[in-house]
């Protein structure tokens, strides 16, 4: 199962940090991603990072201001936002894929239950 948390209200420019904690699972053995879901659109990736967090990928939209991390020690999964854009309003979602390294939502196979994103302007 995994947990999503974090989301929340902030103004353009702000910043949130996302958690994702794995219960039932070894984080370690899964690839983890972020994928974000605005209204009337489909599900795009975000960031993902490998299994051991040696290394780690980005949508263009986010590179730069976006920083996803992981504490296997702790099963749990980060998505540090900087300088949020009206445009990264969403509902934010936390994935485990069992390949190595995975991009694409059809790559993950374990999914949590969202969190909400509104960057205010």
């Known amino acids: 199962q995994l947990q999503a948390s974090g989301g929340g209200l902030v103004q353009v420019g702000g910043s949130l940090r996302l958690s994702c904690a794995a219960s039932g699972r070894t984080s370690s053995s899964y690839a983890m991603g972020w994928f974000r879901q605005a209204p009337g659109k489909e599900r795009e990736f975000v960031a993902a990072?490998?299994?051991?967090?040696?290394?780690?990928y980005y949508a263009d939209s986010v590179k730069g201001r976006f920083t996803i991390s992981r504490d296997n020690a702790k099963n749990t999964v980060y998505l540090q936002m900087n300088s949020l854009k009206p445009e990264d309003t969403a509902v934010y979602y936390c994935?485990?894929?069992?390949?190595?390294?995975?991009?694409?939502?059809?790559?993950?196979?374990?999914w949590g239950q969202g969190t909400l994103v509104t960057v205010s302007s």
């Open positions: 994935a485990a894929s069992r390949l190595q390294r995975a991009t694409m939502v059809l790559e993950y196979g374990y």
């Open positions: 990072i490998s299994r051991s967090g040696g290394s780690t």
